[in-house]
């Protein structure tokens, strides 16, 4: 059974940081690329950043210089460090992995940076 379980969101004042962890099943290799989505209120589901079995990136602009995506591939985890985070990060944070083309993703987990 695939699985993408996210921990790790919570409130921050602008500025500070927040790892968000998602542990996957079944192992991390089974799947081709790995990632992060957000969600805003009343916006669309988007783009964050994802990673390759390869390790290739790849950044939305808005993020990209402030947060990291890397893997634990002992851990079967897929990590999202996310530094100088601003009110505009306030959002639904989702896991996303693709396995042969079929996409899974996790619950979710909130991010709230105040001002």
């Known amino acids: 059974q695939v699985q993408l379980v996210e921990s790790g969101g919570g409130l921050v004042q602008t500025g500070g940081s927040l790892r968000l962890s998602c542990a996957v099943s079944?192992?991390?290799?089974?799947?081709?690329?790995t990632g992060w989505f957000r969600q805003a209120p009343g916006r669309e589901r988007e783009f964050v950043a994802t990673?390759?079995?390869?390790?290739?990136?790849n950044y939305s602009d808005p993020v990209k210089g402030r947060f990291t995506i890397y893997r634990h591939n002992a851990k079967n985890a897929v990590y999202l460090q996310m530094n100088m985070l601003k009110p505009e990060d306030t959002a639904v944070y989702y896991c996303k992995g693709d396995i042969r083309s079929r996409v899974y993703w996790g619950q979710g987990t909130q991010v709230t940076v105040s001002s």
């Open positions: 990673i390759t079995n390869g390790g290739r990136t």
């Open positions: 079944p192992g991390i290799f089974e799947f081709d690329i």
